[in-house]
């Protein structure tokens, strides 16, 4: 990463473009700026020890502590980086950017009458240290206490064929992972991904539109530069019900004929880059959740997932349900655990019938892995998918 060994680097490519009989041209280099910066910092993390931030620590651990007697164990971490990224192509466009980013974290142990519940939460931004304030730490304090009664009382209900609400916000991850990758070029280049032939027809509810969007200010997603020095922008892969982008890389842009849209990222300087995403969610529809809610009679709300299993190619998942509840006759009734949401991506996408008003982007620390690990984020309002398999008793 130092000049001396760039430009041995840039001589051992220029050498083997020359074995593989490539002709060997001077590039006139032109540097490139980005429009906005999206994440200008006021105090970089490289200048702040742990004299600084462990205060911070403590503070948030004792607001925690404090907001509940059942509380066991409290774990709380923080991780603070700064990446310099100096980019030069072969269209001799030079770019440089400084990325940073903050993580704090939060994991705690709740104990009642002998049983034990688990919550964790988290708060990513690319940002400075002055992403540390105390009404974040009271905001995380407050979240990770939330529900917990529901947690304790919650039944694993009888499982079937019904209808699922996913409450706004984090339950996002769905559409990232049983959907979002479905719409990553070089799946469908390669003629992996459902929608492989698909562009341009209608895939699911009008009122749908489905982003993957760079620009949000400090958003953990946010790029000002991908990694091949494209311009982070905002990408429509649906607009009302219609397919109408996928997410490139160069080479996915080439082999399509249409420009790049920014999803050309990589882990670091070891990894080619190739098309991922960024902040993915559903824009909001016009349904009020309440009215949501209340159109089913028999279901499951869902507020938040854990781990779950995709098939990126065919878009069969399975899902955890950390937290929700049952519905019964437009009410949410009996809280619900260990059950598992079982459906096909793009079919979920089309039995959508209901979009809510009230999108949340969700700003915990999502990480996507394709071989490689990339920082993103998702969101979602609520939504109502016709029928779903819900794994119980």
Not at 131 to 138: I, K
Not at 279 to 291: L, R, V
């Amino acid at each position: 990463t130092d000049p001396r060994s760039m430009a041995e680097a840039a001589l051992a490519a220029s050498k083997i473009a020359e074995r593989e009989g490539g002709a060997v041209e001077a590039v006139h280099c032109k540097t490139v700026t980005a429009p906005k910066d999206r994440y200008s910092y006021e105090s970089d993390w490289r200048s702040s020890d742990a004299t600084r931030l462990v205060p911070w620590l403590e503070m948030l651990e004792t607001k925690i502590a404090a907001r509940d007697s059942r509380i066991v164990k409290i774990i709380v971490s923080f991780s603070g980086q700064v990446s310099d990224i100096l980019m030069f192509n072969s269209l001799g466009e030079l770019t440089f950017e400084t990325r940073p980013m903050g993580t704090l974290s939060a994991s705690v142990v709740f104990s009642q009458n002998g049983t034990i519940e688990n919550k964790n939460t988290s708060r990513s931004y690319r940002a400075g240290t002055e992403m540390l304030t105390e009404s974040l730490l009271d905001e995380m304090a407050d979240s990770i206490v939330s529900g917990i009664d529901d947690r304790f009382a919650a039944k694993r209900p009888k499982g079937g064929h019904m209808p699922v609400v996913m409450g706004a916000g984090a339950s996002g991850i769905l559409l990232h992972e049983a959907m979002g990758h479905a719409f990553e070029a070089d799946f469908n280049r390669k003629g992996q991904s459902v929608f492989s032939e698909k562009m341009g027809q209608k895939i699911c509810d009008g009122s749908i539109s489905i982003v993957d969007d760079g620009t949000i200010p400090f958003n953990r997603g946010a790029i000002n530069f991908d990694d091949e020095g494209v311009q982070g922008q905002k990408t429509y892969m649906v607009k009302d019900g219609v397919l109408t982008s996928y997410l490139h890389d160069r080479i996915s842009a080439g082999f399509y004929g249409v420009s790049p849209t920014g999803n050309g990222r990589r882990e670091s300087f070891r990894y080619a880059p190739v098309p991922r995403m960024r902040a993915t969610y559903m824009e909001s529809g016009a349904a009020d959740k309440d009215s949501i809610i209340a159109s089913v009679k028999k279901g499951i709300y869902v507020d938040q997932f854990s781990n779950g299993e995709v098939q990126i190619g065919e878009g069969d998942f399975t899902f955890f349900v950390k937290s929700g509840f049952l519905i019964e006759d437009g009410h949410l009734t009996q809280p619900v655990k260990d059950i598992n949401i079982i459906g096909n991506g793009p079919q979920a996408l089309a039995d959508i019938v209901e979009v809510g008003d009230d999108l949340q982007i969700d700003n915990g620390a999502w990480t996507c892995g394709k071989g490689q690990s990339c920082p993103v984020s998702c969101g979602i309002p609520t939504v109502l998918i016709n029928k779903l398999t819900v794994g119980g008793e």
